[in-house]
């Protein structure tokens, strides 16, 4: 049962921008980093964003991360066919002493 | 770069346990939380629990009775066993480790590829 909350589905045209809420807590994003997973079909989840706002090495500045008391954002400018993926958001649970993630946003390309 | 290879018994009899491994290659175990993730088909991200090269450890509180993690320093190993399983534990499982923040894990950089388990009889 997942304790962040986002959006089922989002959608845009390719070159369009879309941008993926996720909503918490103070237990959880309110006081902890936000981290945000892309997981393309069949493969593993990838790291898109750590520390609330900060892209790993080879990730495209067309994704951004931020957040705001106990939600977070993702956005995706210059949408590509090849973002057509499940994401994720994630933070650590103070109160629960457990890693949290979101229920999961599948982005589509019209 | 570090790479996680998970590895187990593909088909687990219900009521039995469910024991997996992760091994690292690549890099160091040390200074980080190493975790389990599991995902059913079609749905979404589960996080099982996670231990320390120490052996210090934090489980989900929905799994907590039924999950033991152990690690293999020397074999850069870590461990998941879930015990009395059922149908609702089938799954793809994820070994992945743990950034640490000032509080818990920060994120997750580095995946396995995932193993399937099914649990029937």
């Known amino acids: 049962q997942s304790v962040l909350t986002q959006p089922p589905s989002v959608s845009a045209a390719p070159g369009q921008r879309v941008t993926i809420s996720c909503s918490g807590s103070?237990?959880?994003?309110?006081?902890?980093?936000v981290s945000w997973y892309q997981q393309l079909p069949g493969t593993a989840p990838k790291l898109l964003i750590y520390?609330?706002?900060k892209r790993p090495s080879g990730i495209p500045d067309r994704f951004s991360g931020s957040k705001s008391g106990t939600s977070a954002t993702l956005g995706i400018t210059g949408l590509q066919t090849g973002d057509e993926a499940d994401y994720y958001c994630g933070s650590w649970d103070s109160s629960l002493s457990a890693y949290v993630f979101g229920t999961g946003a599948k982005v589509t390309v019209l | 770069q570090v790479q996680l290879q998970e590895s187990g018994p593909g088909l687990v009899k219900p009521s039995e346990t469910l024991s997996l491994t992760c091994t690292v290659s690549g890099g160091s175990i040390g200074s980080y939380y190493w975790s389990w993730i599991r995902q059913p088909a079609g749905k979404g991200l589960e996080w099982i629990g996670r231990?320390?090269?120490?052996?210090?450890?934090n489980y989900s509180p929905s799994l907590k009775s039924r999950v033991t993690m152990s690690v293999d320093t020397s074999k850069r190993q870590f461990s998941l066993k879930l015990s009395s399983v059922t149908a609702a534990d089938t799954a793809m499982y994820y070994c992945?480790?743990?950034?640490?923040?000032?509080?818990?894990?920060?994120?997750?950089?580095?995946w396995g590829r995932g193993t399937l388990v099914t649990v029937s009889s």
């Open positions: 520390d609330n706002n």
């Open positions: 103070t237990s959880n994003i309110g006081n902890n980093y």
């Open positions: 992945a480790r743990g950034r640490v923040g000032l509080s818990g894990t920060r994120d997750f950089d580095v």
């Open positions: 231990i320390h090269a120490s052996g210090s450890t």
